[in-house]
Each structure stands twice: as C-alpha cells, then as structure tokens.
T-cell receptor, first 116, second 114 residues
C-alpha cells in the first residue's frame, strides 16, 4: 500500500525568502506524484505533477519539485515567495494501474504562512 | 458558472436530520468524486463515479449515500450522522476515471454535525 508523509505541518517564512515543503512517500511500485494547493475557502488546484522523464518538474506560480527515487521524496520549492502563496499545500501519489481508476492518496498537508 | 460548484458552502445539522450536498461540474467531464477533508488528516476518497456508475466505495458508512443522476451532477445524501462526520466535503471531477486524468476540485461544503 502507498502512503504519503508531509514532514512539516506548518512552515512560516518571510516574503521573498526561498521555501521548501517536504514530501516523502512509501510505495513498493512506481507512482505518479502531485502537488496541490488549497487557498482559503477554495478547492484544491494542481500545482505540478511528475509522471516520468526529467526529475525536475516545473509548475504554476513559480513552483518546482524534484523527484528523488532513492530517497522516495518529492519536495516542493520556490526561490522567492509572495504573500499570495499563503495556503495549504498537499502532496499526493497515484499508483499506476490502481484498479483502473484515478486514485489519489494525499498527505496531511503543509500550511505555508508568508509574512511581510 | 464555471468549473466545479458545490452547494451549500456551509451546513449545520443535528444527528437526526437528513440533508444532501450537491456538486455540479461545468467541464464536460465523465468522472466525479467525493472526498472528506478532516482537520489534521489527509484527504480521504469516499466515492468515485464514472459515467454515472459507481466504481469505488471506499469503506464509507451507509449513513452517507451518493447519487449520480448524470455526468454533471453528484449528490451526497446524509442521514443520522455522528459528530465525527464534521468535516469539509470536497467534490472533484475529471475527464474520465482513468489514471493520469487531472482532477478539478470544488470549494467544498463545510459540514458541522451537532
């Protein structure tokens, strides 16, 4: 069975500073990896995804993530954050051939708080 | 309306009440999902519908009853809920229920059971 661990429940950071949100997963098979963002009072929005190929994935709003198979990690990074990046961030995995339908397994989330 | 909408946005109900949550997607998708988001816990997949047929019931108690009358609408009927059922209920849709099909989420219904 697959599982996702987001190592930090909250990450405070000052505006224009770099940030890294950590995600580790557990799986005996290859998986697809995703990062979603949830702004206050809104649903989840896909930031980026890793399916195959280059281990560095670029997403929307200046975010990127790096897939590290040996460390089973998929950390999310941004070199300079804005106040508007304040939100909850969710890492998720999707095992291929998971009964033929689209199954996402989520981590518990990391709340990013950007301060002026 | 665009994307995925959910009504109501907030709902307070007693344990003996019966209520329904509604989800509508305006994206022409064929698959719809219900998730439960509890505080400090990962999102939990509850149900998956593909072309109005339920393809997954993730061990959800029978006090939650989904209904998908067509590919644009999804309901979650609630009855005799427990306080621990208080959570944010999120609806999502995707082009189809196959893997790699991106899921689009609604804003959720915040449910409080008293």
């Amino acid at each position: 069975a697959q599982s996702v661990t987001q190592l930090d429940s909250q990450v405070p950071v000052f505006e224009e500073a770099p940030v890294e949100l950590r995600c580790n997963y557990s799986s005996s098979v290859s998986v697809y990896l995703f990062w979603y963002v949830q702004y206050p009072n809104q649903g989840l929005q896909l930031l980026l995804k890793y399916l195959s190929g280059s281990t560095l994935v670029k997403g929307i709003n200046g975010f990127e993530a790096e897939f590290n198979k040996s460390q089973t990690s998929f950390h999310l990074r941004k070199p300079s954050v804005h106040i508007s990046d304040t939100a909850e961030y969710f890492c998720a995995v999707s095992p291929p051939f998971s009964g033929g339908y689209n199954k996402l397994i989520f981590g518990a989330g990391t709340r990013l708080a950007v301060h002026p | 309306e665009t994307g995925v909408t959910q009504t109501p946005r907030h709902l307070v109900m007693g344990m003996t009440n019966k209520k329904s949550l509604k989800c509508e997607q305006h994206l022409g998708h064929n698959a719809m999902y219900w998730y439960k988001q509890s505080a400090k816990k990962p999102l939990e997949l509850m149900f998956v519908y593909s072309l109005e047929e339920r393809v997954e019931n993730n061990s959800v108690p029978s006090r939650f009853s989904p209904e998908c009358p067509n590919s644009s609408h999804l309901f979650l009927h609630l009855h005799t809920l427990q306080p621990e059922d208080s959570a944010l209920y999120l609806c999502a849709s995707s082009q189809d229920a196959l893997e790699l099909s991106e899921q689009y989420f609604g804003p959720g219904t915040r449910l409080t059971v008293t």
